[in-house]
């Protein structure tokens, strides 16, 4: 067994090596060059229909709103990553990681935006009347090759339980207890009890507890984040500049810290930016399909807000209190070194590590739950759905009890498998989404309403 995992542990190196990061940021690169930088132009415009319009009219085909799929898919993008992902690659890159995960992001946020796109474009409606959509389906319908979708699903429905399940709970009840001396047991059988509550209700269910857990638990981060930031005020624009200084330079070693080269720095900050906020990974664009939208570009804008405030905002919160309070460089790492930082930063800063850390990884037990049976359903059928909801409300409570190394280091390979095939239909369909934002956009112009219906296929 530990021969097969190391095998394995090698693979999803390789996998998640220098080569597919390239893809990645590449792609997102290439998506911003052809849609003219989109992100920025129209970012305020996004926040606005994201956070204040908010609403949809009722008749618009979908499950939910714009605001939920936005908080469905947030729910499984801010998790782990943003606490001890932003901790991981600064303490290994140094600071200047934290540069290259905001050039992640920035560029992440046209390639989740095209995603959205092609999601809404050609999801289709099951037997049940809900909406399917993602990938898979692009894949198949934007580009007629069903076997790749199949893979693609194949990839997701696995990566899930892994990413975004037993890993989840695994580091809750790792926090509880210690924080709280909460036996791993306990933890284990409330989650699998609040998972099911939730997650047996279907998409509904699900978008209306991240519409009000995600922006509640994000806010009080935030606030936690701010709390230290007043506080050590002083030390942000040193802090700025030690970021923009060591994104170009060779890290030193101090105190804890071994040093770091450049390459190190950047390697460390997209790896951990693309693990932060999915972009190009294909999850998010399935919550994307279910919103209640007539035309593609509508809900593409706010999911690309996503990414904003996942990576630009949150993980900045994180990265910024490690670096004002110096406790970057302790020789710590992961979760601890967030915990340490904010700590240091505040008496009782500790819980709002534990705190947020709970909240971020159920809720991104929530999204990716969804994200794993619309895969499973691609896959087997309407039947399917029900028995792998229980099955992943079940897999929760194993996650917190045990530690499964093997199904880990699978789940983390198939995540990264996942990209390969999403990143080959953004860029084969690249035209479609740029001739479907400018659709959106002459209307716009002209004064037109753009929400002009999008036919929705019934699936076979």
Same mark, same amino acid.
């Given at each position: ?5 190391? =095998? ?33 132009r ?9 956070? =204040? ?75 049940n ?12 319908r ?6 790749? @979708? ?5 990839? *997701? ?30 933890? @284990? ?14 998409i509904?269910? =699900? ?20 709390i ?45 930016g ?14 994307a ?25 949150v ?25 340490t ?29 969804y994200?794993?049976?619309?895969? *499973? ?84």
């Amino acid at each position: 067994m530990e021969n097969f995992l190391d =095998i394995v542990n090698t693979i999803d190196g390789f996998v998640w090596g220098p080569p597919l990061l390239i893809l990645l940021v590449g792609t997102g690169l290439y998506l911003t060059i052809i849609l003219r930088g989109l992100q920025f132009r129209r970012l305020v415009y996004s926040l606005w229909l994201a956070l =204040i319009k908010r609403h949809e009219k009722t008749d618009q085909p979908g499950d939910i709103s714009h605001f939920q799929a936005l908080m469905t898919a947030l729910s499984a993008t801010v998790g782990t990553g943003n606490i001890a992902g932003v901790a991981t690659a600064i303490a290994v890159g140094g600071p200047g990681a934290l540069f290259w995960m905001w050039v992640t992001g920035l560029v992440g946020m046209a390639t989740k935006y095209s995603e959205a796109v092609l999601a809404v474009k050609y999801r289709v409606k099951d037997a049940n009347g809900n909406m399917s959509g993602g990938p898979m389906y692009y894949i198949e319908r934007g580009l007629g090759w069903r076997w790749m @979708g199949l893979v693609f699903a194949f990839f *997701t429905a696995i990566a899930a339980f892994g990413i975004g399940n037993m890993v989840q709970s695994n580091s809750v009840a790792d926090a509880l207890q210690s924080s709280f001396s909460i036996p791993h047991a306990v933890t @284990g059988v409330v989650l699998v009890i609040a998972t099911a509550a939730v997650v047996l209700g279907g998409i509904t269910s =699900i978008g209306r507890v991240t519409g009000v857990l995600v922006p509640v638990m994000i806010l009080f981060y935030i606030a936690g984040s701010l709390i230290i930031l007043v506080k050590y005020a002083g030390a942000i624009p040193g802090a700025f500049a030690l970021i923009f200084h060591e994104a170009f330079t060779p890290t030193a070693a101090t105190g804890g810290f071994a040093g770091a080269t450049l390459m190190l720095s950047i390697r460390m900050g997209v790896a951990r930016g693309v693990f932060s906020n999915e972009s190009g990974l294909g999850s998010s664009p399935i919550a994307a399909a279910a919103a209640k939208t007539k035309h593609p570009v509508s809900q593409a804008l706010v999911s690309m807000t996503q990414t904003f405030i996942d990576t630009l905002v949150v993980c900045t919160m994180t990265g910024l209190v490690l670096v004002v309070t110096g406790a970057w460089s302790n020789g710590d790492n992961g979760a601890s070194l967030t915990a340490t930082a904010y700590g240091q930063g505040v008496a009782g800063g500790h819980y709002i590590v534990t705190i947020g850390l709970l909240l971020f990884a159920y809720s991104t037990i929530l999204g990716w739950c969804y994200y794993g049976e619309r895969a *499973t359903e691609y896959l087997l059928g309407e039947w399917a759905v029900k028995p792998y909801r229980i099955l992943f409300s079940l897999a929760v409570g194993v996650g917190a009890i045990l530690k499964l190394d093997l199904v880990w280091a699978l789940a983390d390979l198939f995540n990264g498998l996942m990209a390969v095939p999403n990143l080959i239909a953004l860029l084969m369909l690249s035209p479609v989404i740029v001739s479907v934002t400018r659709d959106y956009f002459d209307r716009l112009a002209l004064g037109e309403d753009p929400s002009v219906p999008e036919p929705v296929q019934q699936e076979k």
